[in-house]
C-alpha cells in the first residue's frame, strides 16, 4: 500500500482474511478485514470496500 499499488494487495489481502478466520482474536481479524477494506477502496472498488 505504500507504495501507492493497492491492486497488488488486493488478493494477499483477501488471503489473510480468508486464513484468519477463527484462528485469531475478534480484533485481530478486524485488522486484517479492515486493510482488505482499504486496499479495495485505494485500488478503486469502494462498493465493494463499504460491503466488506
Do not use: N
Amino acid at each position: 500500500m505504500k507504495l501507492h499499488r493497492p491492486e497488488h494487495c488486493l488478493a494477499l489481502a483477501a488471503s489473510a482474511v480468508d486464513k484468519v478466520h477463527g484462528r485469531v482474536e475478534t480484533q485481530t481479524e478486524a485488522l486484517f478485514a479492515v486493510t482488505h477494506a482499504h486496499a479495495l477502496a485505494k485500488a478503486g472498488h469502494r462498493h465493494r470496500a463499504r460491503c466488506t
